[in-house]
């Protein structure tokens, strides 16, 4: 992974605001490496950083028995480009009400063609409702559907002109429609602020979120020719530690959290006994029952938190 991020941009990207702590490996595949790398441990700067800086790698960068292990037990299968390519073209198909706005498949060589003339907008639609348009990518991995800057299953750099994420979108809509710096940084903004995912295991999350903020400091500097400052990255790593989190998709609450058949103590009017702890989420498979700690996210617009199984009701 790339880490030359500054230490405040860093603690960002590893902050989980549900729990107020960092996000942790959830996944043993780095136990071997000592104290610090087990299944349940936060992930701390100092052990990825520093002479630690390769310990997290790509997917298409780990070995293969890593890769099938992964594939096995947490059903990890990352999608070709050219296939995320074309799902999301299927969403703006729905959104503009005409095909190939971005770019135009070439699904025998497997790529695309990149439509390079300034993207026109529907009757009643502007851009800047696309770029307020909600996107998300659920059990995102390294999030190939939010931003493509390679591809996940080989390893290949994108150029990005030819870039098909979902952000990625958004991001070209406000280059080619605002001027200065101070308009575009808002738009960008509100398009992080309007774009999801999220992940169980804490190394692909990182992953992901590294890749959302050098996706926002690549297309500045195509833009404008030059890094952005330090507390526009900043800001930008906030959102995306907010709006990239750590979640069992299937439970709305962070990983193993919920309790059951887990056996606690409590005190009786004849002293100490054993209690077995019973999740009625987990027993009646309810995603509104569950006694797990609920995932918060960013309701941005309302400047508030929410529970995310509560967008679920």
Request: glycine share 6%.
């Amino acid at each position: 992974m790339e880490n030359d991020f500054a230490p405040e941009v860093m603690e960002q990207l590893l902050r989980d605001h549900t729990t107020r702590k960092n996000i942790f490996w959830a996944t043993n595949d780095y136990e071997s490496m000592g104290e610090g790398y087990g299944y349940n441990d936060e992930i701390m700067p100092e052990r990825i950083t520093g002479t630690f800086g390769k310990v997290v790698k790509p997917r298409v960068l780990k070995s293969k028995e890593q890769q099938a292990d992964r594939s096995k037990g947490m059903a990890e299968v990352f999608t070709p480009s050219w296939i995320c390519n074309a799902q999301n073209n299927l969403v703006d198909e729905a959104w503009f009400g005409r095909k190939d706005v971005f770019n135009v498949e070439v699904p025998e060589r497997k790529t695309w063609e990149t439509q390079t003339e300034k993207i026109e907008f529907p009757a009643g639609k502007t851009w800047k409702d696309y770029v307020r348009a909600t996107r998300m990518e659920i059990t995102c991995g390294e999030a190939p559907y939010l931003v493509s800057r390679y591809d996940t299953t080989t390893g290949e750099i994108i150029p990005l002109q030819y870039r098909i994420g979902l952000l990625d979108r958004k991001l070209r809509i406000v280059s080619e429609n605002t001027e200065t710096s101070g308009e575009w940084l808002d738009w960008a903004q509100i398009a992080y602020k309007n774009t999801y995912g999220f992940e169980w295991q804490g190394d692909s999350l990182l992953l992901a979120r590294e890749a959302l903020l050098l996706t926002f400091i690549e297309n500045y500097k195509a833009k404008f020719g030059k890094r952005p400052i330090e507390k526009s990255v900043k800001y930008i790593a906030y959102i995306v530690s907010w709006n990239l989190w750590q979640m069992d998709g299937l439970r709305g609450v962070v990983p193993n959290s919920c309790r059951d058949g887990v056996i606690e103590k409590e005190m009786s009017l004849f002293g100490e006994r054993d209690k077995l702890i019973r999740c009625p989420g987990c027993k009646q498979e309810n995603i509104q029952l569950h006694n797990g700690t609920y995932c918060l996210i960013r309701d941005w617009a309302n400047d508030k938190k929410i529970r995310y199984v509560d967008l679920l009701r």
